[in-house]
Each structure stands twice: as structure tokens, then as C-alpha cells.
């Protein structure tokens, strides 16, 4: 049973940063791209950022690039999104997904989803 589980959301103030992290199981995390989403209430789920399975191509969404890195730990089986500068925008419920084979990064292209953790940015 493949599982991903995300930790690091909660409130900051505009300018701070958090870290978010995604712990796989169930799966060879390393045969596996991974991403980063969110959703907002009343948006459709949006794209952040993503990173193969070696880690050594990384695609980010213009609305975070510059502000985000997205890293894993294959060792660890997990992947993190640092987020800096955040903004009261970034406001959503943020979502790790796991692919096996990247055609795009929409998100019915995903295999697998975790259940989300809150972030929120206050002014």
C-alpha cells in the first residue's frame, strides 16, 4: 500500500519560510518522480514544482520559481520543498504526488497523492 505523507505546514508571515517534507513508503521511491501541489479553496489543484527520480532535473511553476526548491533523499525516501519569501497568495492546502513515468505534470498524471498539509501565509 503506497503511502505519502506530508509534514512542515503551518502559519508564517509574509517574508517567512517553510520547509515541507514527503515521506513515501509502499513504493521503490526511487523509480518515481516526484512533485509538489496545491489548492486553495475554490482553485483547481496547481502545480509547484517537480524532480525526477535521480533528482537531477528539477520544473517549477512560474508562480513559485525563484522562491522554491524542490530536493529529495533517496536514502530517506522523501522529498522536501523549501519555500522562501512566501506570500499570503501561497495560502493552500499543499500536496506531494508520485509518478513513475513523467509525460507531463498535470495532475491526472499522477500515480499516487498524499493527503495535504496546511500552509498559511498571514500579512
Known amino acids: 500500500q503506497v503511502q505519502l505523507v506530508e509534514s512542515g505546514g503551518g502559519s508564517v508571515q509574509t517574508g517567512g519560510s517553510l520547509r515541507l517534507s514527503c515521506a513515501a513508503s509502499?513504493?521503490?521511491?526511487?523509480?518515481?518522480?516526484m512533485a509538489w501541489f496545491r489548492q486553495a479553496p475554490g482553485t483547481k489543484r496547481e502545480f509547484i514544482a517537480g524532480i525526477s527520480w535521480s533528482g537531477s532535473r528539477e520544473s517549477y511553476a512560474d508562480s513559485m520559481k525563484g522562491r522554491s526548491t524542490i530536493s529529495r533523499d533517496n536514502a530517506k525516501n522523501t522529498v522536501y520543498l523549501q519555500m522562501n519569501s512566501l506570500k499570503p497568495e501561497d495560502t493552500a492546502v499543499y500536496y506531494c504526488?508520485?509518478?513513475?513515468?513523467?509525460?507531463?505534470?498535470?495532475?491526472?498524471?499522477?500515480?499516487?497523492w498524499g493527503q495535504g498539509t496546511q500552509v498559511n501565509v498571514s500579512k
Open positions: 509502499g513504493l521503490t521511491f526511487s523509480d518515481y518522480s
Open positions: 504526488a508520485a509518478v513513475e513515468e513523467v509525460t507531463n505534470w498535470a495532475p491526472s498524471s499522477m500515480g499516487y
